[in-house]
């Protein structure tokens, strides 16, 4: 049984390269949110991350931030995800301590 792969480059017309920037910054504002409130819980109360519970934290974070809205909640909640495989590879000595997003090209 072969394996075929495929490659596509997509071409996005001028609205959707704007739809997916804000995508973007919506999925690096939750993951910087996120990674500034657990680093403070753990500098002042010792507690470390727990996905599902962040993960809970994201309708509320819907409502202080109307923005965020416009970006698909599984992007939003893959940030979370992703934030928590970073802890988990520097608790595990596997990583340093995750770094905040910046804004790139």
Same mark, same amino acid.
């Given at each position: 049984m072969a394996i075929i792969a495929y490659k596509f480059r997509v071409y996005p017309s001028q609205k959707q390269l704007e739809t997916l920037k804000q995508f973007a910054g919506c999925v690096r504002f939750v993951y910087n949110y996120m990674l500034a409130l657990s680093k403070e819980k753990y500098e002042k109360e010792? @507690? #470390?991350w727990n996905t599902l519970g962040y993960k809970k934290l994201l309708p509320r974070l819907k409502e202080?931030?109307?923005f965020l809205k416009q970006a698909p909640s599984q992007a939003? %909640? %893959?940030?979370? @995800?992703n934030l928590g495989k970073a802890y988990e590879n520097f608790f595990k000595d596997r990583a340093k301590f995750p770094k905040f997003k910046k804004? #790139?090209?």
């Open positions: 010792g @507690i #470390k202080e931030y109307p939003l %909640q %893959q940030a979370v @995800i804004r #790139k090209r």
